[in-house]
Nanobody, 124 residues
Framework: QVQLGESGGGLVQAGGSLRLSCAAS????????MGWFRQAPGKEREFVTA????????RYADSVKGRFTISRDNGKNMVYLQMDSLKPEDTAIYYC?????????????????WGRGTQVTVSS
């Protein structure tokens, strides 16, 4: 089992940057692909980005491509989301999630473990 905890959210002006962190505890962090999802009020949870177990494969949603960067440090059991050029439409609760399957998944139902989320608010 894996426990996940997000941090780094906050309030930022449009055009600014934030770096989210997700700390994982439990066994075998390197056996899980990791994803970031977000959920805005009144909307469904949506895929943002995901990274494979080794970090060799990454996928981004079109809405964040070129602005967000995911990375992981298996030695520290951490995954990061660097968010640049933030827009008001990026405002949401951001969640990290862990998935045991080999392929990168964009469907949140495929993920086995979730953190509680961290709020990101981008003002215009």
């Amino acid at each position: 089992q894996v426990q996940l905890g997000e941090s780094g959210g906050g309030l930022v002006q449009a055009g600014g940057s934030l770096r989210l962190s997700c700390a994982a505890s439990g066994r075998a962090f390197s056996e899980y692909a990791m994803g970031w999802f977000r959920q805005a009020p009144g909307k469904e949870r949506e895929f943002v980005t995901a990274i494979s177990k080794s970090g060799g494969s990454i996928r981004y949603a079109d809405s964040v491509k070129g602005r967000f960067t995911i990375s992981r440090d298996n030695g520290k059991n951490m995954v990061y989301l660097q968010m640049d050029s933030l827009k008001p439409e990026d405002t949401a609760i951001y969640y990290c999630a862990a998935d045991r399957t080999v392929l990168i998944q964009t469907n949140p139902a495929a993920y086995d473990y979730w953190g509680r989320g961290t709020q990101v608010t981008v003002s215009s």
